[in-house]
Structures are given as C-alpha cells and as structure tokens.
C-alpha cells in the first residue's frame, strides 16, 4: 500500500524506507499515509530520495519515535510514569493532567498503548508496564527525580 502510495505522490523511496514507515504507523492506513506524506514534504526539502536515513529524520523531526509514539502518546506516558509513579490513574485525572480530553484519550491514544503493552487498565485506573519503564529508560527509583521535571519539557 505504500509503495503505490508512494508512486501517486512521485516519492522515490526504497524499501527499507517504507518498512520503517510501515513500523511506525499503528498498523493504521491512515496515519501510514499521513507519515509518508510527511517523509515526501522532508525528502523534498532535504534529499532528493526517501532512504532509510531521510525516513528516520522525517519521523524524528516529526515527533514519530521507533514505536509509533507520537507528543501526546509520550505525555500521557510520562504523566503516568512520573507524577502518578506508574500508576493508577483514573482517566478524567490523567486528561486534566496532559490538557487533554478524555474520550481523546480514551479512544486514540489508549487503545494503542494497551495494544502495545506500555499500559494496562484496572479497576482502579490506567497502570504503566515494565515494558513502559524500559521503554522510557526509567526505574521506578528514577521516578521521584523524573516527577520534579516539568511537563512541557516532555
């Protein structure tokens, strides 16, 4: 789907470079089409071509880390991670807390972090994995150090 894509929006990109995209995208067309558009607007700006090297810049650039995390995925992460200690959390108290709306929350961002085992929902809220603290590089002894950061340096 992305080769063809990247055919009708004239991108020369090798196939390194779509499976990259391919990785980062959620499994969903919409969002690979949306990065690939992305990684064009970079290479032509850039490069004459999308490798494998421009794809990693264009996602970089864009905020797209190797999981397919995006800034808000990263702050509800974070959030829960250092100002609730891996959790719980309820749902309305992590929206307020990234300045986000909750059914926002709960129906785009959540589902994927479950999806991907960063978090698990319990009765009493939403719970970081070990999976969420490697990931992150924290040890839940790092987290009293990484609560004093701010949110906006996220």
């Known amino acids: 789907m992305l080769g063809r894509a990247a055919v009708m929006l004239g991108l020369d990109i090798d196939r390194p470079a779509i ?55 990263r702050a509800v992460m974070m959030t829960i991670l250092t100002r609730f200690g891996g959790g719980p959390v309820g749902l309305n108290t992590l929206a307020v807390s990234v300045g986000e709306e909750a059914e926002t929350i709960e129906a785009v961002v959540e589902p994927f972090l479950v999806r991907i085992g960063l978090i698990t929902r319990t009765p009493r809220g939403r719970m970081a994995t070990q999976t969420a603290w490697r990931h992150f590089g924290l040890t839940r002894e790092s987290e009293e150090v990484a609560a004093a950061l701010p949110l906006d340096d996220l």
């Open 19 to 73: 499976a990259e995209i391919a990785g980062r995208c959620r499994g969903t067309p919409r969002i690979a089409n949306r990065l690939l558009r992305r990684v064009r607007d970079y290479a032509l700006v850039h490069t004459d071509r999308a490798d494998i090297e421009a794809v990693r810049a264009a996602l970089e650039l864009y905020d797209v880390d190797p999981l397919g995390l995006d800034r808000l995925d």
